[in-house]
């Protein structure tokens, strides 16, 4: 059984910091990409940053310069930290790996709160 467990969300006023974690367990196989989605109110799902197993990383626009994505391979643990945070922020924020165990399989983090006061 794989679990996804993800920690660090919370409140914080804006140009604030947080750092999200999601750290996988169980037979999760080989991972390849991993990253981080966010939802917020009334809105679709969206993609914030992934990164390859090589390393290489992506953002969403409105995070470029304000978000770093970074992972460890030996713990299966992502990461997110996020500098100067705004309200437009506020949303849950879901992990995402992608890992191969004979075939390639998605999996998901249960959500963190992220709420960003102005």
């Known amino acids: 059984q794989v679990q996804l467990v993800e920690s660090g969300g919370g409140l914080v006023q804006a140009g604030g910091s947080l750092r999200l974690s999601c750290a996988a367990s169980?037979?999760?196989?080989?991972?390849?990409?991993m990253g981080w989605y966010r939802q917020a109110p009334g809105k679709q799902r969206e993609l914030v940053a992934t990164i390859t197993s090589g390393g290489s990383s992506n953002y969403v626009d409105s995070v470029k310069g304000r978000f770093t994505i970074s992972r460890d391979n030996a713990k299966n643990t992502v990461y997110l930290q996020m500098n100067s945070l705004k309200p437009e922020d506020t949303a849950v924020y879901y992990c995402?790996?992608?890992?191969?165990?004979?075939?390639?399989?998605?999996?998901w983090g249960q959500g963190t709160q992220v709420t960003v006061s102005s």
């Open positions: 169980g037979s999760i196989g080989s991972i390849n990409a």
């Open positions: 995402w790996i992608n890992a191969r165990r004979g075939y390639s399989t998605n999996y």
